[in-house]
């Protein structure tokens, strides 16, 4: 994943850790104050934050053990890897993909993962290179134009 996700990553574990988690605890010590637990709504909403907010943690602090960054520089630009970006024609349509790790997959702004049907078709292939994907609206072919 990118230095950039990275990033996000630690500063979203960095705020689960010292304002949402406190935030909680704090909730779910104005709740117990209430009384009678077992029919307090808020308490019950406050244990069921706290649970995700540490949940989260633990899936990030894996996520960040496991992630291997990746630069354009350490992209080669003879084929295509996770890392680099590409411009590809389909229908007479030019579009520009970067291929990324699943966590920093988004479609929309034309990052899509290493492991979605698109990705994987990609990988591997050079400038030139016709890859036809299948995909849920049926067969598409796309020629790539250029690997940066």
């Given at each position: 994943?990118t230095?950039e996700?990275?990033?996000?990553?630690?500063?979203?574990?960095s705020?689960?850790?010292?304002?949402?988690i406190?935030?909680?605890a704090?909730?779910i010590?104005?709740a117990?104050?209430?009384g009678?637990?077992s029919e307090?709504?808020?308490?019950h909403?406050?244990r069921?934050d706290m649970?995700?907010?540490?949940s989260?943690?633990?899936?990030i602090?894996?996520?960040l053990?496991n992630?291997?960054v990746?630069?354009?520089?350490?992209?080669?630009g003879?084929?295509?890897?996770i890392?680099?970006?590409?411009?590809?024609?389909s229908?007479k349509?030019?579009k520009?993909?970067t291929?990324v790790?699943?966590?920093e997959?988004d479609?929309?702004?034309?990052?899509?993962?290493n492991?979605s049907?698109?990705?994987k078709a990609?990988?591997?292939?050079?400038?030139?290179?016709?890859?036809?994907?299948?995909?849920?609206k049926g067969?598409?072919?796309y020629k790539?134009?250029e690997?940066k």
């Amino acid at each position: 994943m990118t230095q950039e996700k990275i990033d996000q990553l630690k500063a979203e574990l960095s705020d689960l850790q010292k304002v949402t988690i406190a935030g909680l605890a704090k909730r779910i010590d104005d709740a117990r104050q209430m009384g009678d637990l077992s029919e307090n709504a808020e308490y019950h909403a406050a244990r069921e934050d706290m649970a995700w907010a540490q949940s989260r943690v633990k899936e990030i602090v894996a996520i960040l053990g496991n992630a291997e960054v990746i630069t354009v520089a350490q992209t080669s630009g003879k084929s295509v890897e996770i890392g680099a970006t590409i411009i590809v024609e389909s229908n007479k349509v030019k579009k520009e993909y970067t291929i990324v790790g699943a966590q920093e997959a988004d479609p929309l702004c034309g990052r899509i993962s290493n492991e979605s049907p698109l990705g994987k078709a990609f990988l591997g292939r050079k400038n030139g290179d016709r890859v036809v994907v299948h995909l849920p609206k049926g067969e598409q072919e796309y020629k790539i134009l250029e690997i940066k």
